[in-house]
């Protein structure tokens, strides 16, 4: 066998509730996106024959995830006579005895890895398969992979749900530096845990993390997708990995903000929005938008009636203000004290400052000065 394909994905979370969206049927709307991205893979896994599907934890989310859902899976896994499929337990579907993991009896070409005793070796891809941290406890398992005699001839993978080169809180699950992994001298290392799109690479290895392939919330912005990639001998006989991003996101994330300063009115607010060229709303995303800017006191922004009139320009989108109260400073001029001192000294240098820019910041020290004077406290 001169070369190994594969497709790497993990943190699928299958039946998450997506709960945090606050409205059921867009949230039944993304759980069933789950299963389609998984079929997607598993269709490209056959279209393109690849051999190995290497899922690197946090494959269903085990509070909640149907017998169903896994059933199904199971199913179409099945179906994939001619590949390989490799899974590590992640933090969200541990390995426990309940564990669909244990009770599901998947076919032959599912390989459920539980213990870095356990190398599995895939003769007919010459692939040897090492796992670590599939129960938790990374140092232990880090300690025996050292020990192993990892053969040059082969294919070498090791799959790991854990955090890497992260600041080594207890709290972080199987956490590990990537030096140390590559010490281990693997040809690839499919990881998972983190949601986000993440590689490193040396001389001789790539290690990425691809991130969930449908993402799960405003802290995952932008396209997420799976890696695809292949290893193989060169003529010279050493080895050479590729691996590449494919997006698959079917709905994208993303935080924008619109700077209401002056606006008076509701009506004013969508004005603003719909002259704003760097807020471009895409029918299918989700949107997390947040009011900023200085607004009189008089006006609070009615989120429930904007939400109303902006929400059919995406598929989701939830409102936040941080607005701060507009000081109408000219009021001040005739203050005798501190605060018309301050207003009186910025508006001078206002006046003799050309730069319109210039003049734009001296208009935000006087909002903010006068807030931290009147409310003791800058928003
Ligand atoms: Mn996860």
């Known amino acids: 066998m001169k070369q190994v394909s594969f497709i790497h994905t993990a943190d699928i979370h299958l039946d998450t509730p997506f709960s945090s ?3 059921k049927e867009k949230a039944d709307i993304r759980r069933q996106e789950l299963e389609n991205c998984l079929e997607n893979i598993i269709d490209r896994v056959r279209v393109r024959s690849i051999n190995l599907l290497i899922i690197s934890g946090d494959f269903f989310e085990e509070s909640c995830v149907r017998g169903s859902t896994i059933i199904g899976v199971r199913n179409l896994f099945s179906e994939l006579y001619e590949a390989e499929i490799v899974i590590i337990p992640g933090n969200h ?23 870095s005793k356990q190398v599995l070796f895939l003769e007919k891809f010459n692939t040897c398969i090492y796992n670590m941290g599939a129960v938790g406890r990374v140092t232990e398992d880090y300690a025996r992979l050292q020990g192993n005699n990892i053969s040059s001839d082969r294919f070498n993978i090791l799959v790991f749900h854990g955090t890497v080169d992260m600041p080594f809180e207890e709290s972080n699950y199987n956490a590990i530096g990537s030096k140390d992994i590559f010490n281990l001298g693997m040809d690839y290392v499919a990881l998972g845990h983190m949601h986000n799109y993440i590689r490193f690479q040396n001389r001789a290895s790539i290690m990425i993390n691809p991130g969930s392939p449908e993402p799960m919330g405003f802290d995952e912005e932008g396209v997420h997708g799976f890696v695809q990639g292949n290893i193989r001998f060169t003529e010279d006989n050493s080895k050479l990995v590729e691996a590449t991003f494919v997006p698959s996101s079917s709905r994208n994330y993303y935080n924008i903000e619109l700077d209401v300063t002056g606006c008076k009115s509701n009506q004013e607010i969508i004005q603003k929005l719909s002259m704003d060229d760097n807020i471009d709303f895409s029918g299918k995303d989700l949107y997390s938008l947040t009011l900023k800017g200085f607004i009189p006191m008089n006006f609070t922004p009615d989120i429930k009636y904007l939400t109303e009139v902006i929400k059919d320009k995406c598929f989701y989108l939830r409102i936040k203000t941080e607005t701060s109260i507009l000081f109408d400073y000219e009021q001040y001029l005739e203050d005798p004290g501190i605060k018309g001192e301050f207003v009186r000294m910025l508006m001078d240098m206002q006046e003799n400052e050309a730069s319109q820019e210039r003049k734009e910041i001296l208009n935000m020290a006087i909002q903010l000065g006068l807030q931290a004077m009147e409310n003791n406290r800058v928003d």
């Open 93 to 115: 579907d541990p390995l426990k005895e309940n564990s669909y993991y244990n009770t599901i009896s998947w076919s032959d070409n599912v390989h459920i890895l539980t213990d």
């Open 21 to 23: 969206l606050g409205d």
